[in-house]
């Protein structure tokens, strides 16, 4: 399988650089989008095998772009990062076909795990 792709997509500079860090050093070809836009336009792009998707960003928030990913493509695999308290949109989420969600902060390690088993899975 060729190196397997994370788009990472959040407002904040620090996060996308500490993920795209984190997951560049375990093998995988990253790229950064601040906003819904350039999430989709690096979708059309790249077609990522994974989305890591923040749900709070101005102007378009996770879950509008969330339904734009899926209506791009609907088998596209997106991973949720929320702050706690978002019950309504995490459920809503998951309905839509999220794989799971993590809560900030989060736990790099175990997003780094869930994340590598899912990846993982996609070769088997």
């Known amino acids: 399988m060729a ?3 994370i788009l990472i997509v959040d407002d904040q500079y620090g996060i ?3 993920l795209s860090e984190v997951f560049q050093s375990e093998g995988y070809l990253t790229f950064e989008a601040a906003n819904g836009q350039q999430a989709l336009e690096i979708t ?3 077609r990522p095998n994974l989305v890591l998707l923040d749900m709070k960003i101005p102007g378009m928030n996770g879950l509008d772009i969330l339904k734009h990913l899926k209506e791009y493509d609907s088998t596209i695999q997106v991973i949720m990062m929320t702050a ?3 019950l309504d949109m ?3 989420a998951m309905q839509l076909g999220v794989l799971t969600h993590f809560a900030k902060p989060f736990d790099i390690n175990e ?3 869930k994340v590598g088993e899912y990846l ?3 070769t088997s």
């Open 16 to 18: 996308r650089m500490l």
């Open 44 to 46: 059309r792009k790249e």
């Open 111 to 113: 997003l780094r795990k």
């Open 120 to 122: 993982l899975s996609l």
């Open 90 to 92: 995490i459920k809503e």
């Open 84 to 86: 706690y308290g978002e």
């Open 3 to 5: 190196q397997a792709k």
